[in-house]
């Protein structure tokens, strides 16, 4: 577990942050650019001295303001993938990668091997290449592999991303997946994409303005108006998290979330894998009986929780689908009107699979 | 074209000479450039235009500088001649003092702005990886600035081989000892039927000039090619 609280004052932006992130899993540090986000990660790595706070791994003490104790960024073993990839261009693949495995102390344990961090990342074909060789996403996976062969305890992957186009973003991310199930470690992924944030992270702490505005998990903040403001109207809605129990050969898997099953697109789904799932509030439609004869997969009993105002003509309805999942859904303020939408009258969600994409987490005990 | 054995002299002096200087001047004008870069001290403006300060003296201001602090009665001059019976006034290692310093801060130059184009990011990187301060600088740094090292020594190299006026005041004009290209030519045109020697002193000066240049940029673009810029 890392546990951060630090501030730092730079002319008239104050960062002042406390959250944590537990072992194993990916907690994301969501915000606008400008936010706090890459000063945050400079100061938990100690590449920027902090005016004040504390921060731990463990039991060991990396920082602390009062007591005047601030181990230095490079015995921190913390693993730093930065924006830029920051390969060393005078060096080799292999070199970039053996960089700070060579610097560990002679009686260091290696956990972490460099041929499965290679196979990992499919770095196989790349190693006697130079950095300027490789393209974008391919600097980004061997920045990867370096920080970790440094044997880190954790990981601070600053916008890893951010510099990609969506074809190098969609080629980086599996592998982004795979070492979040691969290493019991904390991983702090930066973003300003909250795509990313769903396919990866299960902890957010939303940053607004150097300070933390919001965190827990993902589907509580995916429902707090402060993420709305951040990502737009469009891309506003719920995330709900569930276990696939069905497979079809078609390509739709049943996922069991809160009391209900919600069909949903999912490639290579296996039975007992976790999936979180963005159901975008536009998508939602809100039906005051049970219909018939229609397209639509998912159809799902529902409690009104609450009707908020919205952007525009529109309502934000919160709708409680049980088992703690709740949904949001925008409807337009005369719909909701003539449906007398009002805190606990049942009603019935309906969700098109085809919009739905869940994301898989980890693969189940066999 | 053949060489008197006077002229061919000259030449080898020259080199020499000009190569000394560059190993002089390299290790103090790699720290000059990362102090200038990097620290912060008082009195850094004062410090740069000091450094600077050969480019626009008379060379022959230099040499008598030199002579005040480096001949035998020289507070440095002096105490190296008493302690270890080394005598830099009128001989060729003198010459090549005179010389490094007159090609100083070409050099700091060059190798200044080659460390102001490392990526002070990849420094961090490194030190999130474990290395320390003298790790970063010999592993990252260094490597990073080296064509901008070259490209210093080159230039210091071929400029060395021409200095004349800090040579002559600091070092004199003594054959097979100081007489350098430059000091040759010069002398040949004091002497009566020096003609065609001056001549061919001065082609050889132009070629050795030009092949420095040369030489200066295509390694300089080997390098660049591969740090893959």
Known sequence: ?366 | MLLSPEETEAVALSLSIAARSVAFNLPFAIAVAWLLTRAQFAGRTLFDAFVHLPLVLPPVVVGYLLLVVFGVRGPIGGWLYEHFGIRLAFTSTGAALATAVMSFPLVVRAIRISLENVDRGLEDAARTLGAGPIDRFASITLPLMAPGILAGAIIAFAAGLGEFGAVITFAANIPGETRTLPLALYTALQTPDGDAMAARLAAISLSLGLAGLLIAEFLSRLMRRRLGR
């Not at chain 1, 739709?252 to 069909?263: F, I, Q, W």
Request: proline content about 4%.
């Open chain 1, 1 to 366: 577990m890392l546990r951060v609280e630090l501030r730092k004052r730079r002319g008239n932006f104050t960062l002042d942050v406390a959250f944590s992130a537990p072992t194993p899993g990916v907690t994301a540090l969501f915000g606008r650019s400008g936010c706090g986000k890459s000063t945050l990660i400079s100061l938990i790595a100690g590449l920027l001295p902090a005016d004040g706070g504390r921060v731990t791994v463990g039991e060991d003490l990396l920082f602390d303001g009062t007591r005047h104790v601030s181990v230095d960024a490079r015995h921190r073993r913390m693993g730093v993938v930065f924006q830029d990839a920051r390969l060393f261009p005078h060096l080799s693949v292999r070199a970039n990668l053996e960089y700070g495995t060579r610097r560990l102390a002679r009686e260091a344990a290696r956990p972490i091997a460099f041929d499965d961090v290679v196979s990992l990342l499919g770095l196989e074909g790349l190693v006697a290449r130079r950095p300027h060789q490789l393209s974008g996403g391919e600097k980004q996976r061997v920045a990867l592999g370096r920080a970790l062969l440094a044997q880190p305890r954790l990981l601070l992957l600053d916008e890893p991303l951010a510099s990609l186009d969506m074809a190098r973003r969609e080629e980086v991310l599996p592998y982004l997946e795979r070492l979040r199930d691969a290493f019991s470690m904390p991983i702090v992924y930066v973003s300003h994409q909250f795509d990313e944030v769903l396919r990866l992270a299960t902890r957010v702490v939303l940053l607004d303005a150097g300070r933390v505005v919001a965190d827990g998990d993902i589907a509580t903040v995916s429902r707090d108006p402060r993420l709305r403001a951040i990502v737009g109207p469009d891309s506003v809605g719920a995330v709900v998290a569930g276990h696939v129990e069905r497979v079809d050969a078609s390509g739709l898997a049943g996922v069991r979330v809160g009391d209900a099953e919600v069909t949903v697109e999912l490639d290579g789904a296996v039975v007992g894998q976790r999936i979180q799932i963005q159901v975008l509030a536009r998508d939602v439609i809100v039906a005051s009986e049970l219909p018939r004869g229609l397209s639509v997969r998912n159809v799902v009993a529902a409690r009104v929780v609450s009707v908020t105002p919205d952007a525009g003509r529109s309502v934000m309805v919160e709708l409680d689908i049980g088992g703690a999942s709740t949904l949001l859904a925008r409807v337009t303020a005369r719909a909701s009107d003539e449906l007398a939408l009002v805190a606990d009258k049942r009603v019935w969600a309906l969700i098109k699979a085809v919009s739905l994409r869940g994301h898989a987490f980890g693969v189940p005990a066999a």
